[in-house]
């Protein structure tokens, strides 16, 4: 017998990524068919302390599918860490009578959806939305695959301009603890090198790779490097590098909040309608405290739990080989 379950709400926290609109949507949509009444919670948790709590149509997510971004917006919360902030919260939640909440983001996101659920009872479902792609239980994140694109687009103009001036550039990507953007980036790009937080690379070894280029007539190289690497940023890595090794130019380009933003990809439309679809129907049969993910072709629930403490993604032993062979 199905929960019931009259009023739902959804929310944005935490770093933006692409493809959350189109979950926004299939969240808004699913709700409404099956009956249910659905709100969005402007910017975040802060959203739900500040009761900036909007009720929502199927009209009001029309033409958004295509959208970077967020259009709840979203907010980093100190306050609803805080005994005092959470209590706000939910007695907001409570005097509308929400009975679930879908929560879209990253492991912050998560971690306050948890303590939500295990205060006060609230029935959560997370939806994994980063571009990091480090939760354990979903082999993807909204925003992974749109932001690999951009990364790629952006260092298909820069070898353009590295092949035309003899030029070595590091290119640094988002990935503080997660090597995951990096490493697909340098496959997909032809990257003559990557350095990832989970990989202990010496410069000896960059270098050395470097010097195998130059030896074989390469007219230019490109380094990418994940901003956690334990050498430093790309300025660090590409100073030391040009102090052992000039034969070319050296340049470097931060790609930054450039990875955030953006028409999410097909992949990330769809994986979002999907996750979304889900969502609401894990609320629907009284499920909480769960993330829904995409694990092969399926969607998978996962304790929230689990999606924080568990080891989010081992990186592909053929892709960190192919780095080398690859790039000869």
């Given at each position: 017998?199905?929960?019931?379950?009259?009023?739902?709400?959804?929310?944005?926290?935490?770093?933006?990524?692409?493809?959350?609109?189109?979950?926004?949507?299939?969240?808004?949509?699913?709700?409404?068919?099956?009956?249910?009444?659905?709100?969005?919670?402007l910017q975040g948790?802060?959203?739900?302390?500040?009761?900036?709590?909007?009720?929502?149509?199927?009209?009001?997510?029309?033409?958004?599918?295509?959208?970077?971004?967020?259009?709840?917006?979203?907010?980093?919360?100190?306050?609803?860490?805080?005994?005092?902030?959470?209590?706000?919260?939910?007695?907001?939640?409570?005097?509308?009578?929400?009975?679930?909440?879908?929560?879209?983001?990253?492991?912050?996101?998560?971690?306050?959806?948890q303590k939500l659920?295990?205060?006060?009872?609230?029935?959560?479902?997370?939806?994994?939305?980063?571009?990091?792609?480090?939760?354990?239980?979903?082999?993807?994140?909204?925003?992974?695959?749109?932001?690999?694109?951009?990364?790629?687009?952006?260092?298909?103009?820069?070898?353009?301009?590295?092949?035309?001036?003899?030029?070595?550039?590091?290119?640094?990507?988002?990935?503080?603890?997660?090597?995951?953007?990096?490493?697909?980036?340098?496959?997909?790009?032809?990257?003559?090198?990557?350095?990832?937080?989970?990989?202990?690379?010496?410069?000896?070894?960059?270098?050395?790779?470097?010097?195998?280029?130059?030896?074989?007539?390469?007219?230019?190289?490109?380094?990418?490097?994940?901003?956690?690497?334990?050498?430093?940023?790309?300025?660090?890595?590409?100073?030391?590098?040009?102090?052992?090794?000039?034969?070319?130019?050296?340049?470097?380009?931060?790609?930054?909040?450039?990875?955030?933003?953006?028409?999410?990809?097909?992949?990330?439309?769809?994986?979002?309608?999907?996750?979304?679809?889900?969502?609401?129907?894990?609320?629907?049969?009284?499920?909480?405290?769960?993330?829904?993910?995409?694990?092969?072709?399926?969607?998978?629930?996962?304790?929230?739990?689990?999606?924080?403490?568990?080891?989010?993604?081992?990186?592909?032993?053929?892709?960190?080989?192919?780095?080398?062979?690859?790039?000869?």
């Amino acid at each position: 017998m199905r929960p019931n379950i009259k009023n739902i709400a959804v929310l944005t926290s935490g770093g933006d990524a692409p493809g959350m609109n189109a979950c926004i949507r299939a969240v808004v949509r699913t709700g409404i068919y099956n009956g249910v009444n659905v709100f969005g919670v402007l910017q975040g948790y802060q959203g739900l302390i500040n009761d900036n709590i909007i009720p929502m149509d199927a009209r009001s997510v029309s033409n958004i599918i295509h959208l970077g971004g967020t259009i709840l917006k979203t907010a980093r919360c100190l306050e609803f860490k805080t005994d005092e902030g959470m209590e706000i919260a939910f007695r907001n939640l409570k005097s509308r009578e929400i009975d679930g909440l879908v929560v879209i983001g990253g492991d912050g996101t998560f971690t306050g959806a948890q303590k939500l659920g295990e205060k006060y009872g609230v029935q959560v479902i997370g939806v994994p939305g980063t571009i990091d792609n480090d939760l354990y239980g979903s082999d993807f994140t909204l925003g992974y695959d749109t932001a690999i694109n951009t990364v790629i687009d952006a260092i298909d103009k820069i070898r353009d301009t590295a092949d035309s001036h003899d030029r070595l550039f590091f290119i640094e990507v988002m990935g503080r603890d997660s090597g995951c953007i990096a490493l697909r980036s340098a496959i997909a790009s032809g990257a003559e090198a990557v350095l990832l937080p989970e990989k202990a690379t010496s410069l000896n070894e960059l270098i050395a790779q470097l010097e195998t280029g130059a030896s074989t007539k390469k007219s230019s190289s490109i380094v990418i490097v994940s901003e956690g690497h334990k050498h430093g940023g790309a300025y660090d890595i590409a100073k030391k590098v040009k102090e052992r090794f000039n034969h070319y130019d050296t340049k470097v380009t931060i790609l930054g909040h450039l990875q955030r933003g953006g028409s999410p990809s097909s992949f990330d439309r769809i994986l979002a309608s999907r996750l979304g679809f889900a969502a609401v129907n894990e609320l629907l049969k009284g499920n909480t405290m769960q993330m829904v993910g995409l694990r092969g072709n399926e969607i998978k629930t996962t304790s929230i739990e689990e999606a924080l403490t568990k080891h989010a993604f081992k990186l592909e032993s053929d892709l960190l080989e192919m780095t080398k062979v690859l790039s000869i």
